[in-house]
């Protein structure tokens, strides 16, 4: 059974590529284009890990990451923005740094963040 990562992405160009980065890296994505999706997915699903873009259409993915946190126990949730100023707010929602990627994504580097986090 493959490894399955929920992606919350609501740029469907840049949900496209990091899918087709990651499938060819041999995960399964499931993709959610609003903060609602993702956390329906996640009440009836375990996925193994999940990549979630902080600005959403319909919640801050900061404002959902407690949520998300109860619903995929142990799981690890990576946040992703293109907007710098994200990362120095992850302390006051206790979540490490090194959990926060930067867009524009290296997708090298993406590869490497999710087989460190699923293995």
């Known amino acids: ?35 609602s999706e993702g956390l329906d997915y996640a009440r009836h699903n375990k996925p193994n890990l999940v990549l979630m873009d902080i600005m959403l259409p319909d919640q801050n993915g900061l404002d959902t990451y407690p949520f998300l946190v109860q619903l995929v126990e142990n799981t690890p ?28 994504i290296n997708v090298m580097t993406l590869a490497n963040v999710v087989r460190h986090y699923t293995n």
């Open 1 to 35: 059974m493959p490894t399955t990562i929920l992606m919350i992405e609501d740029d469907i160009r840049v949900s496209e590529l990091l899918t087709i980065v990651l499938e060819r890296q041999g995960y399964e994505v499931i993709p959610a284009y609003t903060a």
């Open 77 to 104: 949730i990576l946040l992703m923005s293109a907007n710098r100023t994200y990362r120095d707010s992850l302390a006051h929602y206790n979540i490490d740094d090194s959990m926060f990627l930067e867009k524009p």
